[in-house]
Structure formats: C-alpha cells, structure tokens
C-alpha cells in the first residue's frame, strides 16, 4: 500500500519561500511508472494544480504559478519537494502531495500552511 | 489555463439520479481521454472515482459512471445515497502537458 506523507512549517511569513517534502512509503519513485505532484486547495475552495515531477527530474507547472514554484525530487530519500516563493495571504492553502497516473491514486493527507506574519 | 466549468451545486433525493457536467476545451477535456473524477468528503482528501473517462477503480460502487461528448464530461452517480452527499472534482490531462481541474461541485442529498 502506497503511502505519502507531507511535512514543512506550517505558518510561513510573506514574502519567504515555503518550502515542503512528500515522502513515499510502499512504492519507489524511481521506478518511472507516475509522476509525483502538489495540489493545493485554499479554505474553502477547489483544487489547483501546482505541478508534478518525473523521477528523472521532468517537471511540469501550473502556468500561473510557474514563475515562483520549484518542485524537485530525491530518489535516495524517495522524497519529492515543493518550493514556493516570495508567498503572500493568497498562498494559504492545504497543501497535498499525490502520486499520478493519468489520474491521481494516492493522495497525502494534507497540509495546512498559513502566510502570516 | 482556466478551470474547467462545473455547476457550483446540484442535489437529489435518496434514489434518484444525478449528472455534474465539466466542460473544457478542445486542450484539454476535448483532446484528452485522461479526463477522472474525485469524491472529497470534508476534511478529507480526495478519492478517485472514474479514471480514463468512464473507468472505475476497484472498490467503486458501479452506481458511478463517466462519459464524454465533445468538450464536455460528465459524472452520474444513480441510487443516490445518503453518503454521496460531497464535493466532486474533475480534472483533465491539458495539451500542455499539464492538468487542470474543475471549480467542483456540491452534491446534496435532500
């Protein structure tokens, strides 16, 4: 069984960059067989693509957040991270991490993380 | 890229039929047959519940059901059931190589 689990700081100053890990259990992300994504959903909302990764380092962004996202991966750690810069009030959301196909299976159980100061 | 549209609410009573419809464009619903549907209870993370248009996982009740015309798909879940009462998302595969998902639907059961 396919397990993800997200972990950061869960209240970020504007300004900074968020930063978060998803670490896999139960399946390698060197395999090659999905991609691993960030999805976000703000209180209340629906929810948005942030982007995903390939094993081999491939990413792909949400065209609106393209220019302050980061997402890599470490294979070693079988770890996938997100990072997500110069943040504002806009940016507090649920935080999930998931592993797709052409469609998501598995989805972490999310993370809130809150830009205040 | 824009959301897909999806109707911000629709309901029905125990038994009934309902349809939540997702319409995109020629780049993504309509050009993608990688279109799925999830089931978000509150506080809880998504679950899949149609994949690759009209497929369902195993463990899925068969009261759910996927289709596509067009640039339109479309979730019908029959025999509603108390416990159906969610939000439901779609999302689509887009030509860019990226995805997308509807604005999400709140299903009440009277």
């Known amino acids: 069984q396919v397990q993800l689990q997200e972990s950061g700081p869960g209240l970020v100053k504007p300004s900074q960059t968020l930063s978060l890990t998803c670490t896999v259990s139960g399946g390698s992300i060197s395999s090659g067989d999905y991609y691993w994504s960030w999805i976000r959903q703000h209180p209340g909302k629906g929810l948005e693509w942030i982007g995903y990764?390939?094993?081999?380092?491939?990413?792909y962004y949400n065209p609106s957040l393209k220019s302050r996202v980061t997402i890599s991966v470490d294979t070693s750690k079988n770890q996938f991270s997100l990072k997500l810069s110069s943040v504002t009030a806009a940016d507090t959301a649920v935080y999930y991490c998931a592993r797709v196909d052409s469609y998501i299976d598995y989805w972490g159980q999310g993370t809130l993380v809150t830009v205040s100061s | 890229q824009s959301a897909l549209t999806q109707p911000a609410s629709v309901s029905g009573s125990p038994g009934q039929s309902i349809t939540i419809s997702c319409t995109g464009t020629s780049s993504d619903v309509g050009g993608s047959n990688y279109v799925s549907w999830y089931q978000q209870h509150p506080g809880k993370a998504p679950k899949l519940m149609i994949y690759?248009?009209?497929n369902r996982p195993s463990g899925v009740s068969n009261r759910f059901s996927g289709s596509k015309s067009g640039n339109t798909a479309s979730l019908t879940i029959s025999g509603l059931q108390a416990e159906d009462e969610a939000d439901y998302y779609c999302?689509?595969?887009?030509?860019?190589?990226?995805?997308?998902f509807g604005g999400g639907t709140k299903l009440t059961v009277l």
């Open positions: 999302s689509s595969y887009t030509s860019s190589s990226t995805r997308v």
């Open positions: 690759d248009v009209s």
């Open positions: 990764i390939y094993y081999s380092g491939s990413t």
